[in-house]
């Protein structure tokens, strides 16, 4: 059974720190996705990881895939409040068939 | 541009009785997908569908649950007898056909919160 771990669950962080975010899965995969969720809302689409080492950028955020480690990360630069969210990697091993999530990370940036 | 859309956005029923969640998902789209976020945890796949049948279904979808593509635009999940434990924000995805056939991400649509009393 494929596994997703995500940490930290909670990150609280300064304006204009930076942070990374880590997604460990247990199955090997070549498919990653972040998505991000503000309260009560649904799931916006960041990054489509779909090699090893694939790397991509948008704004503060890059996300980058490591096949061999089963890792992802999330990086953040300089913090801003609007990142305030939570942050979900899920990860594809079925071919397009069903993304496991993992558990969330919850992003508070602080002033 | 185009999105994913459902209706309701708020579902409130006494436990014991049928719900349908309706989903319009984008329509060049032929793959389909339910998920689950009970308050505060993690989303949970339940269901994918593709060409009029279930594709792939989860341990939660057991057979109080069912889905249907009644037309050429929408998308249901239909709770038989639902439980207190269903509560939770239900999300319809699609997704199409990528390069050289591979498949594309999946777009969420706003969900359906679903609250059993």
């Known amino acids: 059974e494929l596994k997703v771990e995500q940490n930290p669950l909670f990150l609280s962080m300064q304006e204009g720190k930076n942070y990374t975010i880590y997604c460990n899965y247990s199955?090997?995969?070549?498919?990653l996705y972040w998505y991000r969720q503000d309260p009560g809302k649904s799931l916006e689409s960041l990054f489509v990881l779909l090699s090893n080492g694939a790397v991509k950028q948008e704004g503060r955020l890059m996300a980058s895939l490591d096949t061999k480690a089963r890792l992802s990360t999330l990086h953040i630069t300089a913090a801003v409040h609007d990142l305030s969210a939570t942050y979900f990697c899920a990860v594809d091993i079925n071919a397009g068939n069903m993304l496991t999530f993992g558990g969330g990370t919850r992003l508070m940036v602080k002033p | 541009e185009p999105e994913v859309t459902q209706t309701p956005s708020h579902q409130v029923t006494q436990m014991g009785q049928e719900v349908i969640l309706r989903c319009v998902p984008i329509?060049?789209?032929?793959?389909f997908y339910w998920y689950r976020q009970i308050l505060g945890q993690k989303v949970e796949f339940l269901v994918s569908?593709?060409?009029?049948?279930?594709?792939?279904k989860s341990e939660i979808f057991d057979d109080q649950f069912s889905v249907e593509r009644p037309d050429g635009s929408n998308f249901t999940l239909k709770i038989r007898s639902t439980k207190l434990e269903d509560s939770a924000m239900y999300f319809c995805?699609?997704?199409?056909?990528?390069?050289?056939?591979?498949?594309?991400?999946?777009?969420f649509g706003p969900g359906t919160r679903l609250t059993v009393l």
């Open positions: 329509s060049n789209h032929l793959y």
């Open positions: 569908f593709y060409n009029n049948e279930i594709s792939e």
């Open positions: 995805a699609s997704s199409g056909l990528g390069l050289a056939g591979t498949y594309n991400e999946q777009f």
């Open positions: 199955t090997t995969s070549d498919r």
